[in-house]
């Protein structure tokens, strides 16, 4: 166990990023995407001593690799941080490897298919513009603080039947495990705990009452066994819906609303061509992909002719790999209409995101309800943009002025 | 004139992304996990030939499988 709880110093600055590469480095969060152009030109997959070891894959085909090796990569630990305790609080299926992955998995799935989120799109598109309607009249919002942290947080306490005023309590967890639990051990566990507390009373309150919503619908499964999950895994399943269904779709709308923000002719054009969302959804995605999510080397291999040994955490960077000129042309350009687009930002293999409908219905009505209210908007430059230290990465304070510059 | 297309999802392969479901919903369906299937067995309709390749082009898995009869 973690009895020491080490807080770590803060880390040095870099200086090499090739052998010595930081995703916490503040020039990683501002603009990562130099250095990931720096470390595919030096190698497919690059190692730094830092986080005890980490190997980060930089191309597209080293990603996909790694993702799809579930023998010598595990995903115990889906975080890469300064400290590696015993493996608890584990949330599955994402952090389970084969054979339990997929039955956990496959308890997930029916509740997040595209159909099933056709039915909450109308309650999204009305959190959208009660959103909207606390802020449009001042003329200017801090876009990340009042708008695109809370759809996804709303959207997901709806479906699981938790009252959507928790919000707050949800996003300060998030940013205790995500953020502050990269160094500090203790925020990381404090917060799972009173997680871990609030879910159980949600149960509880279910074992006595009957309620239509994804806590039931999960204390309601049956194993491959006939046996319903246990507390503790519905538990498990719960702390993963909210950590991951949040700062990972707030990030992905929060980036978009930035490149509109700063991009007019996509805004004017995705306001002429509607019909085009889907697929600028898609590219906005690739372009912007919010989540890194981390492996185990579990036994020795090679990754594009690379040894990798293992004791290693790898960076799985599916942001990097969507940005790798040899699969996507014009990588670093966003176009709104790319025809082939293979991103992987909902990441590959047996572990593809449970939410990926969620996150991108929640995106275009996000997007779409913003659109129709606030069609010109640009950055305040009387403001700061903000972006996420982590792994995941989307604007955390996005300052914005409504209506047309002068 | 080519022939005919058919296309195939290797369910193997399939992790349920659903970019083919959105981009040709005439050609897949998805079953109660998401994942995708293609529609009968596999015929693509005439004028649903550039749908076919785009679903391809986009299945982050190469999951789909176009053959021309």
Redesign the interface.
């Known amino acids: 166990m973690s009895d020491a709880r080490p807080i770590m110093p803060e880390h040095p600055p870099v200086t090499d990023w090739v052998h010595d590469f930081d995703h916490t480095d503040p020039r990683w969060t501002e603009n990562p995407f130099p250095i990931w152009d720096e470390l595919r030109s030096a190698s497919p997959v690059v190692h730094t001593d830092r986080f005890l070891g980490c190997y980060l894959p930089t191309t597209y085909e080293a990603v996909r690799e790694i993702a799809h090796d579930t023998e010598h990569f595990s995903s115990r630990r889906v975080i890469v941080r300064d400290v590696r305790p015993e493996t608890t609080g584990v949330a599955p299926p994402i952090t389970s490897d084969p054979p339990e992955h997929k039955p956990a998995k496959?308890l997930l799935?029916?509740p997040?298919?595209?159909?099933a989120m056709k039915r909450l799109e109308p309650r999204v598109r009305a959190i959208c513009n009660e959103l909207i309607d606390e802020f449009i009249a001042d003329g200017k919002c801090d876009a990340a603080a009042r708008y695109t942290k809370h759809v996804p947080v709303r959207a997901i306490a709806h479906m699981l039947g938790i009252p959507e005023k928790d919000s707050d309590l949800f996003i300060k967890w998030i940013h205790e495990i995500l953020e502050l639990g990269i160094r500090d051990d203790d925020a990381l566990m404090r917060a799972v705990h009173e997680m871990s507390g609030y879910f159980a009373g949600h149960i509880e309150y279910r074992k006595q009452h009957k309620t239509d919503d994804l806590i039931s619908t999960l204390m309601n499964a049956k194993d491959k066994t006939g046996q319903p999950l246990s507390d503790g895994h519905v538990l498990g399943s719960l702390r993963l819906l909210l950590i991951a269904g949040i700062d990972t779709t707030w990030s992905a709308i929060g980036a978009s609303l930035w490149h509109l923000a700063k991009t007019p002719a996509d805004r004017e054009r995705l306001i002429a061509e509607p019909e085009l969302m889907?697929t600028a959804v898609?590219e906005l995605l690739r372009a912007y992909s919010p989540v890194t999510m981390a492996r185990e080397v579990m036994k020795e291999t090679t990754i594009s002719g690379c040894p990798v040994k293992p004791g290693n955490m790898v960076l799985l960077s599916f942001p990097a790999a969507n940005r790798d000129p040899a699969v996507f042309p014009d990588a670093d350009k966003v176009v709104l209409d790319r025809?082939?687009?293979?991103?992987?930002a909902?990441g590959?293999?047996?572990h593809?995101c449970v939410g990926?409908?969620l996150a991108r219905m929640e995106m275009t009505v996000a997007l779409e309800e913003w659109l129709k209210r606030i069609p010109e908007f640009r950055l305040d430059p009387a403001g700061q943009v903000k972006w996420s230290e982590g792994t995941v990465r989307g604007p955390r304070q996005l300052p914005v002025l409504f209506g047309k510059a002068g | 004139m080519s022939g005919k297309l058919k296309i195939h999802v290797d369910q193997d392969k399939c992790q349920g992304h659903a970019r083919c479901k959105s981009l040709a919903p005439e050609l897949f369906n998805l079953d109660e996990f998401g994942n995708a299937h293609e529609v009968g067995d596999g015929s693509v309709p005439a004028g649903l030939e550039d749908k076919a390749w785009l679903a391809k082009a986009n299945c982050p898995e190469i999951a789909i499988e176009v053959t021309e009869e």
């Open positions: 496959q799935l029916p997040f298919t595209p159909d889907p898609e025809k082939e687009n293979r991103h992987a909902f590959l293999g047996i593809r990926s409908n």
